[in-house]
C-alpha cells in the first residue's frame, strides 16, 4: 500500500511539473496600438508597418475604422521601428494632352 502511494504521489508530482514545461512554448508576439492625426482622431485603415531591426523583416497590417491595430504572429524581442504614416489626403489629378 505503501509502495502504491509512493508511486501515485511521483506520477501526480511529474505531470505537473511536464505541463509546466511544454507550457513556456511562446515563440511569438504581439504589437497594438492606436493610429491618430494631429487633432487626436484615429485614422481609419491606415497602412501601419513595423521593422524587426535586427533581421529586417518588415509586418504589415492595416487599422480598423477606429483606427486600432494589431500585428500579430510577430517575432519576439526588438527593437522594432514604425517608420511615420504618409497618408495622401487630397488626389491630385494630370491632364495629359497629346
Known amino acids: 500500500m505503501q509502495?502504491?502511494?509512493?508511486?501515485?504521489?511521483l506520477i501526480f508530482i511529474f505531470s505537473i511539473f511536464t505541463t509546466t514545461i511544454f507550457a513556456q512554448g511562446v515563440t511569438t508576439a504581439s504589437l497594438n496600438g492606436i493610429v491618430t492625426d494631429k487633432e487626436n482622431d484615429p485614422l481609419p485603415f491606415a497602412?501601419?508597418?513595423a521593422i524587426h531591426?535586427?533581421?529586417g523583416v518588415e509586418y504589415?497590417?492595416?487599422?480598423q475604422n477606429n483606427?486600432?491595430?494589431t500585428l500579430q504572429n510577430i517575432?519576439?524581442?526588438?527593437p522594432y521601428k514604425l517608420p511615420p504614416l504618409l497618408l495622401a489626403t487630397k488626389h491630385k489629378q494630370k491632364k495629359m494632352f497629346f
Open 67 to 69: 483606427g486600432r491595430f
Open 75 to 78: 517575432r519576439i524581442g526588438g
Open 3 to 9: 509502495k502504491l502511494f509512493t508511486a501515485f504521489i
Open 47 to 49: 497602412n501601419i508597418i
Open 60 to 63: 504589415g497590417v492595416a487599422s
Open 53 to 55: 531591426v535586427p533581421s
